[in-house]
DNA sequence: TATATAATCGAGACTTCTTCTCAGTTAGAG
DNA sequence: CTCTAACTGAGAAGAAGTCTCGATTATATA
């Protein structure tokens, strides 16, 4: 955990940005908690870090670390935007119903991501993989 | 296309819903113009359809037809939910840069989904598999 | 075909979410 | 330690999403 929180710290700074007790805040937040939060829940927690946080500023910060392909949005079951970490892949299992998100970390990608780069010619750096249906409790 | 048509139709009908001049204009929406729409595009083409189509009941509609899993959200590169047809699975390679979306057919996900479907007791519906990363004009 | 009625609608008020503006503050280079 | 461009919080403004309610209508049934 201390090592990714470093790992975003440090590429914050190289590309030039300071690192503020409002950007230190929601980098806390993304890692301790590792889950997939909304701006609002950034907020909410990031005051627990840092109480004069402004909703301003966490959605520019999260558009900062967006353009940087730190994290990246997604949604899951409900129109709220949420965030994950940007690095390697992300997995879920979303239930229709419940809405209850199970992660899992087999992924079998590797191999079609390489094809699609070349056909394409495209440089892919994440992948979202989530299967919808309905969870054990739900059917 | 037609026939997709009158699949959705048929499946809001057989749900018990009545078929209504704002309903199908969405999915007039939804079903000639095979993109990744948002309520407000949706709410601007549906009404090319039929002019009184109001905001609300694009909402209700989508809604709707996201509880019977007919579409399904999803989030490509900005702030706004948008839909796809929830037959299936949905592959996109996204741009982080441009936004620019190139859509893929081959897929190779069924025996993982089979494999989750066993291990988590979980009824797998329809999949995203989206890589994230630089098109080949942004890199 | 006509009728009855529960489902659905449009309009607009209202709430929540997101963006913008601006004057004050501050991280970090030198 | 000083200076300054980058950054901030606060709140206004704008956009997106939800809710309410009286009017309308699709469809089952006769």
Redesign the interface.
């Known amino acids: 955990m201390a090592r990714e929180m470093s790992q975003l710290k440090k590429a914050l700074k190289q590309a030039g940005y300071k690192l503020t007790p409002a950007r230190l805040a929601v980098i806390g937040v993304l890692q301790t908690h590792c889950e997939h939060y909304s701006h609002q829940q950034i907020l909410t927690e990031g005051r627990k870090i840092y109480p004069k946080l402004s909703r301003a500023t966490v959605y520019r910060t999260m558009e900062l670390l967006v353009d940087l ?1 730190l994290v ?4 899951l079951n409900d ?1 709220t ?1 949420r965030f994950v970490m ?1 690095t390697g892949g992300h997995h879920h ?1 979303v ?2 119903n419940c809405g209850d998100t ?1 992660e ?1 970390d ?4 590797e ?3 390489q ?3 070349t ?18 409790a739900c ?1």
């Open positions: 392909r990246r949005p997604i949604y129109p935007q940007a299992l239930c229709s199970i899992f087999h992924c079998t990608t191999q079609l991501a094809e699609l780069a056909k394409y010619n495209f440089q892919i750096n994440s992948h979202l993989l989530e299967f919808q249906g309905l969870c054990k059917h």
